[in-house]
């Protein structure tokens, strides 16, 4: 089994979908890659919330909405498809394919520290939101509040993940600073 700390979520698993142990998933990878080669065929993780890491195997996947609706071998109801509400499915990393320049892992940018040109530290990206017109990067400051800075190239100066830092350009008046 691949070492817990290599895991990278690549999906988190919302809700049963329908009767039959289909599961409703957020997808937590660049549009960019190819969901299909990227979960059919080949060994997955499943991280349950309590941090527990089981081998599954997906034996179907189609899109639905902003989500993929994912089979899993020996999923066969909906109480069974419930069990897994949660739960990320998980690849290791050596495993995922190579991105694009400017595109990123959401859980590469996770815990990174957000600094702005004129606001200095703004704190550390907690999670990438992906269900409003654009992603957010939801970022904690030091006080504890949260502050939503939308993911587009005119608001982001530079991304350097290996040293974990994302450098911003906000306007003055940017909310919740």
């Known amino acids: 089994m691949a070492e817990r700390d290599d895991l990278l979520a690549i999906a988190h698993l919302v809700?049963?979908?329908?009767?039959?142990?289909?599961?409703?998933?957020?997808?937590l990878v660049p549009e960019v890659v190819d969901a299909v080669g990227l979960i059919l065929d080949r060994r997955l993780f499943l991280r349950d919330r309590a941090g527990r890491v089981s081998e599954v195997r997906a034996i179907g996947l189609r899109p639905h909405q902003?989500?993929?609706?994912?089979?899993?071998?020996?999923?066969?109801?909906?109480?069974?498809?419930?069990?897994l509400r949660g739960a990320d499915l998980c690849l290791p990393r050596a495993e995922l394919p190579e991105l694009p320049a400017d595109t990123y892992y959401e859980a590469d940018l996770e815990r990174c520290r957000v600094i702005d040109e004129k606001f200095g530290e703004i704190g550390?990206?907690?999670?990438?939101?992906?269900?409003g017109a654009q992603p957010n990067l939801k970022v904690r400051r030091a006080n504890g509040a949260a502050v939503l800075i939308p993911w587009v190239k005119a608001f982001f100066v530079s991304v350097d993940v290996p040293a974990g830092e994302l450098k911003t350009n906000l306007p003055d008046d940017f909310p919740g600073l």
Request: avoid cysteine; aromatic fraction near 2%; glycine fraction near 10%.
């Open 15 to 27: 809700r049963p979908h329908g009767l039959r142990g289909e599961i409703a998933a957020e997808p």
């Open 124 to 131: 550390h990206v907690e999670a990438l939101e992906t269900g």
């Open 66 to 83: 902003a989500r993929w609706l994912i089979t899993i071998e020996g999923i066969e109801s909906m109480d069974d498809a419930e069990a």
